[in-house]
């Protein structure tokens, strides 16, 4: 990454890398899916027979590989707790066909995810830090990394990055 004039930086200092430069450090991330992917994956989703719906269904109870409903108390971790608590324990719940996720160890951790994006500081994150930390980094579970809203800044154990290391979205 070369620095430049026009070097943005995150709140605490934190450096923004734009795009289209993560793409030259890793060129495998967050590749574009053509249209065909697209449909085989979605042939595997949930409710397939959407594709083939002429009209969508007025509404959709969707719980279905999701987590409990959980409670971030007081610290500003609401983008970790989306990104990885909800979507992250979904995605890994849904590929391995596990329709209801309700033990910590197969719930992902918010913390883990807060912790190493919120710049040292409870003062919230960025969805985009959040989703390249899971394709980098991974995603621990609760059980190896408990949630905590009084703790924003512990990194986790050598075991939560060796569980994490297994669950990259790339």
């Known amino acids: 990454f070369v620095f430049g004039e026009n070097v943005k930086y995150r709140a605490g200092g934190c450096l923004y890398i734009p795009f289209e430069e993560v793409q030259k450090i890793h060129p495998n991330l967050y590749k574009k899916v053509d249209d065909k992917t697209m449909m085989e994956l979605l042939a595997k989703s949930p409710n397939p027979s959407l594709l083939k719906a002429t009209t969508l269904p007025t509404s959709v109870i969707n719980t ?49 995810a807060y912790n190493h994006i919120n710049d040292g500081s409870d003062s919230g994150s960025y969805p985009e830090d959040a989703q ?9 579970h609760w059980a190896t990394m408990p949630y905590d809203e009084n703790d924003y800044t512990t990194w986790g154990s050598t075991n939560a990055y060796l569980e994490a290391m297994r669950y990259r979205s790339t």
């Not at 971030?72 to 849904?94: D, E, L, R």
């Not at 390249?132 to 621990?140: E, P, Q």
């Open 64 to 112: 279905k590989y999701l987590p409990p409903v959980g409670d971030q108390g007081w610290q500003g971790s609401c983008n970790a707790w989306a990104s990885t608590y909800y979507v992250w324990t979904y995605m890994v719940n849904w590929f391995n066909n596990n329709s209801n996720p309700s033990t910590y160890d197969e719930i992902f951790s918010p913390a883990f």
């Open 132 to 140: 390249y930390l899971i394709a980098t980094m991974g995603a621990c």
